[in-house]
Nanobody
Framework: QVQLVESGGGLVQPGGSLRLSCAAS????????WGWYRQAPGKQRVLVAR???????IYADSVKGRFTISRDNAKNTVILQMNSLKPEDTAIYYC????????WGQGTQVTVSS
């Protein structure tokens, strides 16, 4: 059974940091490409960072230089370190394979506000 569980979100002031974690289980673990996606209120879900076996890491322009995606294969987790957060980073954050498959977790809410 495929399961994705995101955690680590919360309320943070502009300029602050958060570390998101995604625990994966099931057949999805065979994927060599993973991504973090986010969905802001009233907007579509978009890819913000991805990590693949062959290419490495790629980031959306809006988060480049501030976010870092990594993978801990021993723990079957995907991490998103977010620094210098801005109010426009407010969204629900999800992890999934890249490209995304049909299984989505519940996401974790990130709110950046003073």
């Amino acid at each position: 059974q495929v399961q994705l569980v995101e955690s680590g979100g919360g309320l943070v002031q502009p300029g602050g940091s958060l570390r998101l974690s995604c625990a994966a289980s099931g057949s999805i673990l065979r994927s060599n490409a993973w991504g973090w996606y986010r969905q802001a209120p009233g907007k579509q879900r978009v890819l913000v960072a991805r990590i693949t076996f062959d290419v490495g890491t790629i980031y959306a322009d809006s988060v480049k230089g501030r976010f870092t995606i990594s993978r801990d294969n021993a723990k079957n987790t995907v991490i998103l370190q977010m620094n210098s957060l801005k109010p426009e980073d407010t969204a629900i954050y999800y992890c999934n394979t890249y490209p995304a498959n049909s299984y989505w977790g519940q996401g974790t809410q990130v709110t950046v506000s003073s």
